[in-house]
Structures are given as structure tokens and as C-alpha cells.
């Protein structure tokens, strides 16, 4: 069980803010849908997610990016699981080369990073 890994990937398709910036509650959404995942996958349950620590936002997320959410569970309990999530910027719009231009960025950006705990039955 420690180890599990999950990833989602997500074009993001609407910006909440001007220049096209992503609201930070997108990426916790994306964190509770790998945190389901995660125990879906580890305990047959979908869970529940109890709680957000150490929530760092490093870096925008726009209109356009490709990015990737991961879920690590680094510690288990009886009941509880601890996961390290983090929000990655895998591809970038362009638009000042044309309006569907975009890059793959190489290294991804690290966009958001959290710990969660989540419970099951």
C-alpha cells in the first residue's frame, strides 16, 4: 500500500481570473479526485478526505495548461492514509505565437503541493 501511486492528467479549458489564471481550488479538486482513486484502488472504498496539510501553491495555473495531479500514499494506518499530492504543468498554451499554439514544458513546472489524510471504513 505505501507507494501507490495515482496520476490524472486534465486540459484545463477555463481561467478564472485575468490572464487566463486558474483558481488554487482547481487544483484541490483534481488532489480529491486522485485521493479517491488512491483508495479505491487500496481499500476498495472511495473513502473520505479528512483533511489538507502544508498547502503551497508554487506556481500559476492557466487557461490552456495540460497538467498532471499525482497521489503518493506515503503512510497508512488502520483506518487512515497519509498522501503527498502535487500538481505539475506538464504543457503551456502560446499564444503569443498563435492562438492554439502551446509547448511542452521541459522540465514540467511544479504547480501546487499538499499532504492529505484520508479515511476508510
Given amino acids: ?9 486534465r486540459y ?22 486522485v485521493a479517491t482513486e488512491v483508495c479505491i484502488r487500496t481499500d ?8 489538507y496539510a502544508d498547502v503551497r ?9 495540460v497538467v498532471e495531479a499525482t497521489a503518493v500514499v506515503v503512510a497508512a494506518g488502520a483506518r487512515s492514509r497519509t498522501l503527498d499530492l502535487r500538481l505539475t504543468v506538464l ?10 499554439a502551446a509547448e511542452v514544458l521541459d522540465p514540467p513546472l511544479p504547480a501546487v503541493t499538499a499532504r492529505a489524510t484520508v479515511v476508510v471504513p
Fill in 91 to 100: 504543457c503551456r498554451a502560446r499564444r503569443d505565437v498563435r492562438p492554439s
Fill in 1 to 9: 500500500m505505501i507507494g501507490t501511486t495515482v496520476s490524472h492528467r
Fill in 12 to 33: 484545463v479549458a477555463d481561467g478564472h481570473y485575468g490572464g487566463g489564471l486558474v483558481d488554487g481550488a482547481y487544483a484541490l479538486a483534481l488532489f480529491g479526485d
Fill in 57 to 65: 501553491f508554487l506556481a500559476p495555473v492557466r487557461a490552456g495548461d
Fill in 44 to 51: 476498495g472504498d472511495e473513502g473520505l478526505l479528512a483533511g
